[in-house]
């Protein structure tokens, strides 16, 4: 059974840049979908997507608010994913997840929500200050 674990929150300035890392353990698969989500404070029940990214097709997926800004990858030591966070705003200040598993094509991954992904992570909060 794949888990997940995540570093690398932290509080930071607006304007500047922060790395998350996912962990994966318990599975290993050469395609694997993994993403990121963020939860916002006073808003328990809902997950924003971030970026997905389907392994072994380096077909990645970022929401609006973050794309130019943000860029995940895949981190083959840790078999999991990165986030790298750059210009961050007030505004991105959030409970950050990693999921895996649930979408079985890239296609499918692109388009998933949180609804479909099948593992996640505790979260690691991320705090951006004026």
């Known amino acids: 059974q794949m888990t997940l674990a995540e570093l690398g929150g932290d509080s930071v300035q607006a304007g500047g840049s922060l790395r998350l890392s996912c962990a994966a353990s318990?599975?290993?698969?050469?395609?694997?979908?993994m993403a990121w989500f963020r939860q916002f404070p006073g808003k328990e029940r809902e997950r924003e997507k971030v970026a997905s990214l389907y392994t072994g097709l380096g077909k990645t997926y970022y929401s609006k608010s973050v794309r130019g800004r943000f860029t995940i990858s895949q981190d083959i030591a840790k078999n999991g994913v990165s986030l790298q966070m750059n210009d961050l705003k007030t505004e991105d200040t959030a409970m950050y997840y990693c999921?895996?598993?649930?979408?079985?094509?890239?296609?499918?991954?692109?388009?998933?929500?949180?609804?479909?992904?099948?593992?996640w992570g505790h979260g690691t909060q991320v705090t951006v200050s004026p």
């Open positions: 318990g599975y290993t698969s050469s395609g694997v979908c």
């Open positions: 999921a895996a598993l649930g979408p079985e094509t890239g296609e499918e991954c692109m388009v998933a929500g949180s609804s479909s992904m099948r593992t």
